[in-house]
Every structure is written in C-alpha cells, then in structure tokens.
C-alpha cells in the first residue's frame, strides 16, 4: 500500500487486530518532530571521547533533556535521564481497551513480549552540526525530501531514528484502542565516537529483544557488521637544529609518519573499497619534528582479516624503525565486534519478527551488511541481540546528506507493527 496516501488498515494476525498508519497527518507530525531535532546542536567529540569525557560534549544534555520532556508529556509510565546522558522510557503492554495489560482480566492481555527501540543523539563531528537550518523540498514523485542548506550536514543520522520513535510513542497514546506489548526506548549520547554502549544503563531494561534505528534506504535491515578495532600509534624522532642536523642526527618523526602512511595499501583505503571488502582508515595525524601520531580504524567483516590488517600495520612500523630510527609505540583497542553470530546464537525471533513486519507494511526487507556499526552491535554483545532498521537517510556525514519522509513513515510503521 502507498505511504502517500491517508489510510488506515486492519490485519488480523493470531486473533489480534492491528493498526498501522502512515497518514498524512502523522506524516506531517514525524515531518515536523524531526525538523525540530535537527535544530539543536548536539554533536559529539570523539578526541574527548576517547579520553574518557562521557558525554564527551556538554550540548548533548540538550537534546537529552528536550527528549525527557517529550516523554514525559506523552504520558510514559517510566521516563529516565540518568547521569551519563541516557534518554530511556517505557510504555507499559495495553489490552487495547485504553487500559494496561496488567490491568485486564486473565486472558485478555496482550502476550507480545516487551521490545526496546534505540537511536543516538550525537552527530558526527567531522562535519558541522551547529546551525541546521532544514530545506523541505516535495518531488515529483510525492516523496517529501529534507536536506540542510549545505553548510551543515543534515543529522538525519540519527535525530531521524529519533524522530520515528517517538512519532511511535505518540501514536500509541493517541490511540489506547490499539493493543500492544511494553515499549522501551533508549536514546543514546556518543555513539559517533565509538563509546554510545559505554556506559548503558542495562539495569533499566527489561527486554530481551531490541531494535536500533540507524540506517539507511527504504527496506535496508542489517544483522550483520564491521568487526571494529582502532590504532593508535606515536612516533618518537630527535629534535636537532636545522642547521646541524646531519651532524647531529635528527630524526624527524614527520617523515617517519609520513613513510609509515605510504606503506599501507592503497587498495585497503575506504574510498577503494566497497561491499565485503575490509580496509584501513586514516583519521587523524600530527606531528612536529620530536614526536608525531596518528589515528586508524581497522574494519572487516571477519577477523582473519582484522589479524592482516594489524600484521601490515605492524611491519610497516617495523620497517620504518629500522629505516630512521626513532621509536614506534603501536596500540590497538578493539571496538566493536560483527553482531550476526551472536544474533545467531541467541535463538531469538528477533530477526523473523521483524521480517513479518516489513512485509506487513509493504516493505520486501532487503539484508545488507553494514559497513560501520551501531550501538545495536555492542548491545547485542551483550546479550541482547539488536538488529537496525532503515530510517531513510541518505549521504551521512556529510553536507550533502538527506532524508526521505515516505521512508521515514514507513520505518515508523515498522515500528508500530512491531509492538502490535
């Protein structure tokens, strides 16, 4: 069924009505919730983050702090800020009547088991998120289509995940004749930097199963990821004067950066690489004569890869000791594994009820491996198995990002037929 179009149907599914919408008044409502967050500056830091700054940005309580008084006023029976910058609420199960399931007679209340749904509040820091200013453009083909005004990025990564959460919420309370399971929700703070799963209050939720909201293009869902390691790496050089420098055996730890850097594959770099192909990302450098650094990122989708990865980083500073001198102090930090075994071994219908879901909505759910990850694959390392859903942003972190509402809707319906 179209998304463009006012409608509201009903499905009987195991002897329960369920209704799902993508009206367009509720189109309008998600339209204009996301518009407002796309407006608050809360973009993340990931220098700060990596030494231990948790949120590693004061903005981010701002947007943590617009969302707690959004649940509050939509009546949520739990609604918590907790003190790292952790957005989490929950929606008591409802028999459908306007009432909680725990309050109806034996038998009639809802069985669905209760789902938590997750998005992060922190926009990536390589490009601006401060003064977002959204262009609403309608295409012709009836799609409505968000962009900034491209000197920002837009922040549909992922204050549209956001967005399409709690436009959910919302509908359910609106509509208490609708039966449903209990509903977590846990908006995050840093995930951009790597540390989103840092400090999660896992105390807090109760459910076995959960969802993040943090892709891409319609249909787009994903179990599987990068494995995900850093490197971190110093080189130590001998500062001399210029002027005596051969006499005195400088060292300069910019060369010696600069050498290691030419070492690694061209054909490992991410903008040669694509689908199943791993690579080695170069962050960040800087240097002086004395002593230089830089940041990399290793990402695979298995770790014989991840190991060659580390193996030519390690040769190459091998090679560039023996060739200068100086001395090299490598680190890898490991950041996140690929989530599809675990969620493999959880035994959980996690991944087939959220095929039903997509089908129901008119939506052939198409699986892609992510190239990146998302909070849902460190929760799911932690025992809670999370795949992501799409929420019809395209081109993220950059200025050229966009956002589709139909697409947008039809996450949001995802949603909803998931709880009903």
Request: aromatic fraction near 2%; hydrophobic fraction near 30%; include cysteine.
């Given at each position: 069924m179209s998304t463009f179009k006012c409608r509201v149907f009903f499905a009987t599914l195991g002897g329960m009505e369920n209704y799902i919408f993508a009206n367009d008044t509720w189109k309008d409502r998600l339209l204009k919730r996301f518009v407002k967050y796309t407006a608050i500056w809360s973009e993340s830091d990931g220098n700060k983050a990596d030494e231990g700054v948790f949120p590693s940005t004061e903005r981010q309580w701002d947007f943590a702090r617009e969302l707690e008084k959004e649940l509050k006023s939509l009546g949520m029976d739990?609604?918590?800020l907790t003190e790292n910058c952790y957005v989490y609420g929950r929606l008591k199960a409802s028999c459908g009547n306007g009432g909680t399931a725990a309050s109806t007679d034996k038998g009639t209340s809802t069985k669905k088991e209760s789902i938590c749904f997750l998005a992060h509040m922190d926009t990536v820091d390589e490009v601006s998120g401060k003064n977002v200013k959204a262009k609403i453009t309608?295409?012709?083909?009836?799609?409505?289509?968000?962009?900034?005004?491209?000197t920002t990025l837009l922040g549909a990564d992922d204050k549209a995940g956001v967005a399409e959460i709690m436009t959910a919420l919302e509908y359910?309370?609106?509509?208490?004749?609708?039966?449903?399971g209990e509903i977590e929700v846990l908006f995050s703070p840093d995930e951009e930097t790597g540390h989103g799963m840092d400090k999660v209050p896992l105390e807090l939720l109760k459910s076995k199963k959960a969802y993040t909201l943090d892709g891409g293009h319609i249909g787009e869902v994903e179990i599987e990821c990068f494995n995900a390691w850093a490197a971190?790496?110093?080189f130590t050089g001998k500062a001399t004067h210029t002027g005596d420098a051969k006499k005195s055996g400088m060292i300069n730890a910019n060369l010696m950066l600069a050498n290691f850097l030419n070492q690694l594959p061209s054909t490992m770099r991410p903008e040669t690489t694509e689908d199943r192909e791993g690579f080695i990302a170069v962050m960040e450098t800087s240097g002086s004569i004395a002593s230089a650094s830089c940041e990399l990122l290793l990402r695979s989708f298995n770790m014989e890869e991840i190991n060659r990865e580390k193996e030519i980083i390690k040769n190459a500073c091998a090679d560039v000791e023996k060739t200068f001198g100086g001395i090299i102090d490598l680190t890898f930090k490991e950041q996140y594994l690929n989530m599809h075994d675990k969620i493999k071994e959880s035994g959980?219908?996690?991944?087939?009820?959220?095929i039903a879901a997509c089908k129901d909505c008119g939506v052939e759910p198409v699986f892609k491996p992510i190239r990146g990850g998302t909070d849902g694959s460190r929760l799911t390392e932690m025992g809670i198995p999370t795949p992501n859903i799409w929420t019809g942003g395209h081109n993220f972190h950059s200025k050229n990002e966009w956002a589709s509402l139909n697409q947008m809707a039809k996450a949001t319906d995802v949603v909803i037929r998931l709880n009903v």
């Open positions: 739990q609604v918590v309608k295409n012709e083909e009836g799609d409505t289509i968000i962009t900034s005004d491209g359910f309370k609106e509509n208490p004749e609708i039966p449903h971190h790496i110093e959980s219908d996690v991944v087939d009820c959220l």
